[in-house]
Structures are given as C-alpha cells and as structure tokens.
C-alpha cells in the first residue's frame, strides 16, 4: 500500500468517527487530576463544554469518570495512595459525591442534564439487572440526559482489592477501561474514546526518541500488544487495559480512539474528524 492510499484509507476511516451518533467517552483519572495530585477543574469544565456541544448536534453521549478515589485523598489531604481496602473505600466515598457535583454543575451551567450511574461487576453478571441498566440507560438517553457512569468503589472491592491478573475471581471488568467498552457494546454506541494523558498508542517506549505514535490500527494481535508500557501514575489501569478495551469495541465492529484527555478540545477535534491519538479500527473493516 502506497502512502498516498494509506493517507485515503485513513481519513476515510475518521470520516466513519465523525458520523457516530452515540459516543462512550471514558475520562481517566490522570486526566481529572492534575500533576500535583489536585483537582483539574478548568479541564474538566473543558470536558463538558465539548460534550454539550455534541449534545447540541444531537448526538448521544455517555461519560464514563475515574477520579473518586484521588478526589476523595485531595479533600482528605492524603498525598499517597492508602493500601487499606476500607480507606481506599473511604475515599471513593468522599470523592464520587465530588466528583458528581463538580460535572452536575458544569452541565447545569450549560443547559443539560446529567445523572449518576455507579456500577458493580454483579451488574453485568445477573441477566435481570443488566436488562435494567441497559433500560436505564437508554431512557436516559431518549431524555436527553448525560449518563455519567462509575464503578460503585464503595461496595465493590474487586477492582480495589485485587490487581487485574488476580486468579481468585472471573473478572467482568477491572478498571473504567473495560468498563467503558463494556457499556459502549452493550448500549449499541459507535465509538468509544478513551481519554487519558498520553497521546495515543506508540510503538515503543513513548519517553524513547525513537518512538512513534501509531495513528491507526487496523488488528490488536500480540505485536500491538507488545507495544503497551506499565500503568501511568495514579490511574489503576494502563496502555494494556486501554488496548483490552479497544479490542471489546472493535470485536463488537464500532470504533475506538485512544487519545490524550489533557489537550484542548481533543473530544470535539476526535469527532470532527482530526487525525489524533490513536484510531482502532472495526473488525469487519481490518
């Protein structure tokens, strides 16, 4: 293939990214805190201005936030991770009611409706309450309304409990990755953008020189897995939980964007069609 022909195929393959109509946007950790441990809040105010502008060109929505926890040790003033379950708890506790009002009040200020769906993995597992959540989510939706989507860290343990590699239990999702994958192929959207504070997929170690971003993947196999580092600071997950996720949304034939969450307007510059972060594609179309 000819560089000219993959330059097409690849703007084609955007184009397909600016006509989703339903959009599964996960919001990582890294990017509602800043370096220093504190609260993004002009970032996260940025998050909500693009969101409703996606709102106003009627297209569906759904916001999958990490941050409860590093919420929670900001108010507290911890500067370190606690390594008790219950406090780690505690602290979901105290930063997911901060976190809910902080993106209720940016969206108030805009004119749209938000509400709070936290999740257990037992949620995904029973038949009866996956067929609610689904019911849900799709009434809220018809309304209008901006789902915004955790996992209920204050009754749920396994994610807090276990690393991702745990043996001791069948794991239905181990971060808001797979989560938000989970919810995007089960809500029927067409794309989810994954939101973190790197710029994408690289082929290397990305602090390397030689390094490279890879702009679009057509197949996740063992080389594209390969190229996946270690987890990013106070995020559980990492570049693997990222590709896990794009592999559930590209298995379901949608589209998946990993890109960086800390760059200006990169939720409307992804939907309009810009060649940022990294683009995976459906498999019916690899």
Do not use: W
Request: glycine share 8%.
């Amino acid at each position: 293939m000819n560089q000219f022909h993959q330059i097409g195929r690849e703007c084609e393959s955007r184009l397909a990214v600016v006509r989703a109509q339903r959009i599964v946007i996960k919001v990582g950790t890294n990017v509602v805190m800043r370096d220093d441990g504190r609260l993004a809040l002009s970032r996260l105010y940025g998050i909500a201005e693009s969101v409703a502008r996606l709102r106003q060109q009627e297209k569906d929505v759904l916001l999958v936030s990490s941050g409860a926890v590093g919420l929670g040790m900001e108010r507290m003033g911890l500067t370190e991770r606690p390594t008790e379950l219950s406090r780690m708890q505690a602290c979901a506790a105290i930063g997911q009611s901060r976190l809910m009002a902080i993106y209720d009040d940016a969206f108030d200020k805009l004119g749209c409706r938000t509400a709070q769906v936290l999740l257990t993995e037992d949620d995904f597992r029973d038949p009866e309450r996956y067929s609610n959540l689904r019911s849900t989510l799709v009434s809220l939706l018809a309304m209008g309304v901006i789902p915004v989507i955790n996992e209920n860290d204050t009754v749920s343990t396994v994610e807090l409990d276990h690393p991702p590699d745990s043996p001791e239990r069948e794991r239905v999702f181990g971060d808001n990755d797979k989560l938000s994958a989970l919810v995007m192929t089960h809500i029927d959207a067409d794309l989810l953008l994954l939101l973190s504070d790197v710029d994408g997929l690289y082929n290397g170690d990305p602090s390397a020189d030689a390094a490279e971003l890879i702009s679009q993947v057509p197949t996740i196999d063992d080389v594209v897995r390969s190229f996946a580092q270690g987890k990013n600071g106070r995020g559980r997950g990492g570049m693997a939980s990222k590709l896990e996720a794009a592999r559930i949304a590209t298995e379901a034939n949608r589209f998946a964007v990993i890109a960086n969450g800390r760059l200006p307007n990169v939720i409307e510059r992804v939907c309009e069609g810009e060649i940022l972060g990294t683009l995976f594609l459906p498999r019916s179309t690899a």
